[in-house]
């Protein structure tokens, strides 16, 4: 599960780096199309993480059995987080010069494996009878820190000081949610045997 969760941010963030280095900055067209391309990327991101809630419910519901209030607390926060900076970005996307998130192509092979890993993930959020907690926790100790630092990134190359504030907020809430997840997940040292 992790594993998938691990996968899929590495997909798009490899597609990522492929329209974001220096190099074509130099040109204007090619900066604000790679620049595109990494908001479409954050969006995507953000979208899935809006839905944390729905799915610690979903799993309530079909299973009798919820997490601990700490993790789901902190599932909540980062999904209200999340649907927050979609309405934020809506309001900063016409700022000058506008945005247009790119529409990955439902024929591009990336995209077609980033919306397969997406439905496994979310089959075995809900049908996965154990482990449930420690497999959600896992996934977003991954993606949050993803989301961070693509943030942190576009607010690099963009021009907007709106949207610049903007990344920087969604850089700072994320990594600190990403510090919150690692301090969360708990792993017992074995013991040492004399």
Do not use: C
């Not at 907020?169 to 990594?175: A, L, N, P, Q, V």
């Amino acid at each position: 599960m992790p594993l998938v969760r691990y996968i899929n941010a590495f997909l798009l963030s490899a597609l990522l780096a492929t329209t974001m280095n220096h190099d074509s900055y130099a040109d204007h067209a090619a900066s604000a199309d790679a620049l595109n391309t990494g908001y479409s990327v954050l969006i995507l991101f953000l979208e899935d993480e809006q839905y944390l809630t729905v799915i610690r419910r979903a799993k309530l519901i079909l299973t009798f059995s919820g997490i601990s209030d700490a993790s789901e607390q902190l599932v909540d926060d980062i999904a209200d987080t999340s649907e927050d900076a979609l309405e934020q970005f809506d309001e900063l996307a016409d700022e000058r010069p506008p945005l247009e998130l790119k529409a990955f192509s439902d024929n591009m092979i990336g995209k077609i494996t980033f919306d397969s890993l997406r439905s496994q993930t979310a089959r075995e959020f809900i049908f996965d009878s154990d482990g449930f907690e420690k497999n959600l926790l896992l996934s977003q100790h991954k993606i949050l820190r993803v989301i961070s630092q693509l943030a942190s990134q576009l607010s690099t190359f963009e021009t907007s000081q709106k949207r610049i504030i903007w990344l920087q907020m969604i850089s700072e809430r994320y990594e600190n949610f990403y510090q919150q997840v690692h301090k969360h997940i708990h792993i017992d040292e074995p013991e040492e045997t004399t």
